[in-house]
């Protein structure tokens, strides 16, 4: 292989590539990046078998020459060094070549790099996936959809399918659930998709999404999303991204979701969201994150945070009429400020159903972001 390119188009690609190698490769050709080049371009690719991305480099980008093939070819060259190296070129044009068993030259102004190469034929093969069931959603709605639910995902391993968002798609509406019973939350888009394209048992790694989001543009760039039994494509401009699906049943998490409540109350999400980040302050102390919730006759509510050590946080908030029953609850207040800061709404919905029942928190109009947190419970 020989070839001239930009070195803006390669480090662009290479850094969307890198998100799928492994720190710590179980096997030495997956610490690296596959380089293949032909008259079309160069496609560059790294796997991790739970994630495989494939960034494409066209020949001509926005009638400017991106790359110039002199002699197709392959390679695969270490990611750690081959993604800081390009990083650190001093010249736009870079100029590569590899010759006999695999090592490779780089050149760029003065700079001289030699690197040892591997096999590519050792390489993985990218997952196959069929197009029977193929989804089209805009990046930046997916990009919500996944920072509105993956926080919540599990991080114990003994419950492998927790540590993954939970897809369904059914007349169109797309939802997505991430629970470490604890809490839970959910996010549903209204598609427009066709309504024979569906499915309901798609689990991806909370991980995983988080290398998308990463990718994902935030614009309303359309991303094709293609389901398969064992993997899911997501498909964007020159990128492939490929995930694995978890295996397992997820659990059905519709009948632990209240809809109606014997007390609920409406609050200004910033103002909520203030307070309760101071009491977190003093909650975090003690280790437990733990903050009481109380409500007062005059339609406000009062939280309050202790530390032996340190003193005692009262907040007091004015609601916008609390109905139902009195109520006082203690909760996790990290899992309060996780919600807080995905919810997009100037005002919140509260609602309970007692001191050792679910909470249901979500924007005052709509459900399509909503999030459960169990209370603690606690002597007096």
């Not at 197709?72 to 990083?87: D, M, N, P, T, Y």
């Amino acid at each position: 292989m020989k070839i001239t390119l930009l070195r803006s188009a390669l480090n662009e690609a290479v850094g969307q590539v890198s998100k799928a190698v492994s720190p710590r490769p179980p096997i030495p050709i997956l610490g690296g990046i596959k380089l293949e080049a032909d008259s079309s371009g160069m496609s560059l690719t790294a796997s991790d078998t739970d994630i495989s991305i494939r960034s494409f480099i066209p020949a001509v980008v926005d009638d400017q020459v991106a790359i110039n093939v002199e002699r197709a070819g392959s390679v695969v060259l270490q990611a750690k060094f081959f993604a800081e190296i390009v990083r650190k070129l001093p010249t736009e044009e870079i100029h590569l070549e590899v010759h006999d068993r695999f090592q490779t030259t780089i050149v760029s102004g003065a700079t001289e790099i030699q690197l040892v190469g591997f096999d590519p034929e050792e390489f993985p093969v990218l997952p196959s996936v069929r197009e029977d069931r193929v989804l089209s959603l805009p990046g930046s709605l997916l990009k919500d959809m996944i920072r509105q639910t993956s926080f919540a995902v599990s991080t114990n391993e003994s419950t492998p399918i927790l540590t993954g968002v939970h897809w369904q798609l059914q007349d169109g509406v797309l939802k997505a659930t991430a629970t470490d019973r604890h809490r839970l939350a959910c996010s549903v888009a209204r598609t427009g998709a066709d309504p024979s394209v569906q499915f309901s048992d798609v689990v991806i790694s909370g991980r995983t999404l988080n290398e998308l989001v990463k990718i994902l543009p935030d614009q309303d760039t359309m991303v094709d999303i293609v389901v398969d039994d064992s993997q899911v494509l997501f498909r964007l401009d020159n990128v492939l991204f490929f995930a694995r699906v978890l295996d397992g049943a997820y659990p059905d998490t519709s009948r632990i979701i209240p809809r109606t409540f014997k007390t609920e109350f409406i609050l200004p999400a910033a103002a909520f969201a203030d307070a309760i980040e101071r009491a977190y302050l003093l909650s975090r102390e003690e280790k437990t994150n733990i903050v009481r919730l109380s409500t007062l006759e005059d339609g406000r509510i009062e939280l309050n945070s202790s530390s032996s050590e340190i003193g005692r946080v009262t907040e007091t908030l004015q609601t916008s009429g609390i109905t139902g029953e009195p109520l006082r609850i203690s909760f996790n207040s990290k899992y309060f400020i996780d919600a807080l800061r995905v919810i997009e709404a100037e005002e919140i919905f509260l609602g309970f159903n007692g001191p050792m029942s679910p909470v249901v928190l979500r924007p005052r109009d709509s459900e399509d972001n909503l999030h459960l947190i169990l209370p603690y419970r606690t002597s007096g």
